[in-house]
């Protein structure tokens, strides 16, 4: 099983800064990572995948980038509608389908 | 476009059998997707359970294997799922999901079960 691990746990950002969020996977899943959005009593929405494809509706905003273990997904400018539960997922290798622990992105 | 509901029981006493259906409406379950069930105790994050294809195919969560079963009615277009054996470790929102290439495209809103006495 690869282990997805987010980095950091909670990011506290004032609303109009840049967000960085940090995933690693246990061993290379290429470039077939996915990152969900998740606000609070609702379910994830899928953001970004293959690594670095905003999927359909996402605003520029968000962006994602990496390959092999390490990956990245930023925030450009935080909007007030950001502040959530960020999840990554690879989906290279399965079973499982294995997801991050999450970072919360929340307001400083 | 995609809609998925989840239903069922939302209390189910420990050792007994927990039992979910996704209904899907906008798209045939036969039209060639993996159908998923993913979990979320509460606070905590999400948890893969297990897929369906239309054509019967399944796979699952080493983890939870030997406990859950997922099933399709094409008839009803809509999946299922059930886990044996329950403990309060079970308690989570259950969200079903459709599939694409790993990618969970569309996902019902959830569905809170406690497993509780």
């Known amino acids: 099983e690869i282990v997805m691990t987010q980095s950091p746990a909670t990011l506290s950002v004032s609303p109009g800064e840049r967000a960085t969020l940090s995933c690693r996977a246990s061993q290379s899943v290429s470039s077939n990572l996915a990152w969900y959005q998740q606000k609070p009593g609702q379910a994830p929405r899928l953001l970004i995948y293959?690594?670095?494809t905003r999927a359909t509706g996402i605003p520029a905003r968000f962006s994602g980038s990496g390959s092999g273990t390490e990956f990245t997904l930023t925030i450009s400018s935080l909007q007030s509608e950001d502040f959530a539960v960020y999840y990554c997922e690879q989906y290279n290798d399965w079973p499982p389908w294995t997801f991050g622990q999450g970072t919360k992105v929340e307001i400083k | 476009q995609v809609q998925l509901q989840e239903s069922g029981p939302g209390l189910v006493k420990p050792s007994g059998t927990l039992s979910l259906t996704c209904a899907v409406s906008?798209?045939?379950?036969?039209?060639?997707?993996?159908w998923s069930w993913v979990r979320q105790p509460p606070g905590k994050g999400l948890e893969w359970i297990g897929e369906?294809?239309?054509?019967?195919?399944?796979h699952y969560n080493p983890s939870l294997k030997s406990r859950v079963t997922i099933s399709a009615d094409k008839s009803k277009n809509q999946f299922s799922l059930k886990v044996n054996s329950v403990t309060a470790a079970d308690t989570a929102v259950y969200y079903c999901?459709?599939?694409?290439?790993?990618?969970?495209?569309?996902w019902g809103q959830g569905t809170l079960v406690t497993v509780s006495s």
């Open positions: 293959g690594a670095s």
């Open positions: 369906i294809y239309h054509s019967g195919s399944t």
């Open positions: 906008g798209v045939s379950i036969s039209s060639g997707y993996w």
């Open positions: 999901a459709r599939v694409v290439g790993g990618l969970h495209h569309s």
